[in-house]
C-alpha cells in the first residue's frame, strides 16, 4: 500500500518567515509533485520532480523552492511567506500506472 | 499547453438519483483521463479512469465516457448514495510522458441529499 505523508496537518507561520513543508514516500516512485489547493481553483501544480536531485516548474512556481536530495523526500520552500500563500498544499507520487498518489495536505496559514 | 474545464463547480441530487459531471480538454494529444474523489478532509483518491482507445468505461456505479472528437469526457454515478458526497476532479494528459504534469479540473462539489 503506497504511503505519503506529510510533515504537518496544519501550520500557522508569519509573513516573511521561511518556511518548510516536507513530504515522504515509501513507494519507491521516481517523480513527485506538489501543488495547492484553493476553492474554485482546483489543483494546481508548483513544482515536480522527475528523479532526485531534478526538478521542474509548474505552473504557479513563484514564491516557492524545492529540493529533492533523496528519492523518497521532496520539500516545499516557501522562502518569505506571505498572506497570499495561504491554502492547502498537497504533495503526490506517481506511480507506474499513472496514478497520482497523495499525501493528507498541509493547511498553511501566514498571518 | 494542455486546459482542463469542468462543469458544474457544484451539483446537488437526491440520493437514488445520477450525477453527471462534464470535462472538457483542448490537447487533441491527451489520451489518458483520470477522475479523484476527495471526501471532506481527506486526500484525493483514483476512483477511475479512462484512456483513448476506449469509449466507455464502468465499475459498479460509476462510468465515464470519452468522446475524442469533441474533446470531452464525462463522469456518471447511478443510484447515488450520501457516501458520494465530495469534490470529484477530472484530469488529462499525454502518455507516454510527454510531460510528466497531469492537468486538473477546477473540481465539482457534489452533495448527495437524503
Known amino acids: 500500500d503506497v504511503k505519503v505523508t506529510q510533515s504537518s496537518r496544519y501550520l500557522v507561520k508569519r509573513t516573511g518567515e521561511k518556511v518548510f513543508l516536507e513530504c515522504v514516500q515509501d513507494?519507491?516512485?521516481?517523480?513527485m509533485f506538489w501543488y495547492r489547493q484553493d476553492p474554485g481553483l482546483g489543483l494546481r501544480l508548483i513544482y515536480f520532480?522527475?528523479?532526485?536531485?531534478?526538478?521542474e516548474k509548474g505552473d504557479i512556481p513563484e514564491g516557492y523552492s524545492v529540493s529533492r536530495e533523496k528519492k523518497e523526500r521532496f520539500s516545499l520552500i516557501l522562502e518569505s511567506a506571505s498572506t497570499n500563500q495561504t491554502s492547502m498544499y498537497l504533495c503526490?507520487?506517481?506511480?507506474?500506472?499513472?496514478?497520482?498518489?497523495f499525501g493528507p495536505g498541509t493547511r498553511l496559514t501566514v498571518l | 499547453g494542455e486546459n482542463v474545464e469542468q462543469h458544474p463547480s457544484t451539483l446537488s441530487v437526491q440520493e437514488g438519483d445520477s450525477a453527471v459531471i462534464k470535462c472538457t480538454y483542448s490537447?487533441?494529444?491527451?489520451?489518458?483521463f483520470p477522475w479523484y474523489k476527495q471526501e471532506l478532509g481527506k486526500r484525493p483518491q483514483l476512483i477511475i479512469d479512462i484512456r483513448s482507445n476506449v469509449g466507455e468505461k464502468k465499475d459498479q456505479r460509476i462510468a465515464v465516457t470519452l468522446n475524442k472528437t469533441a474533446k470531452h469526457f464525462s463522469l456518471h454515478i447511478t443510484e447515488t448514495q450520501p457516501e458520494d458526497s465530495a469534490v470529484y476532479f477530472c484530469a488529462a494528459k499525454q502518455i507516454p510522458d510527454s510531460s510528466y504534469k497531469l492537468i486538473f479540473g477546477s473540481g465539482t462539489r457534489l452533495l448527495v441529499r437524503p
Open positions: 513507494m519507491d516512485h521516481e517523480n
Open positions: 520532480s522527475y528523479d532526485v536531485k531534478m526538478k
Open positions: 490537447d487533441s494529444a491527451s489520451n489518458y
Open positions: 503526490a507520487t506517481r506511480g507506474l500506472a499513472h496514478e497520482q498518489f
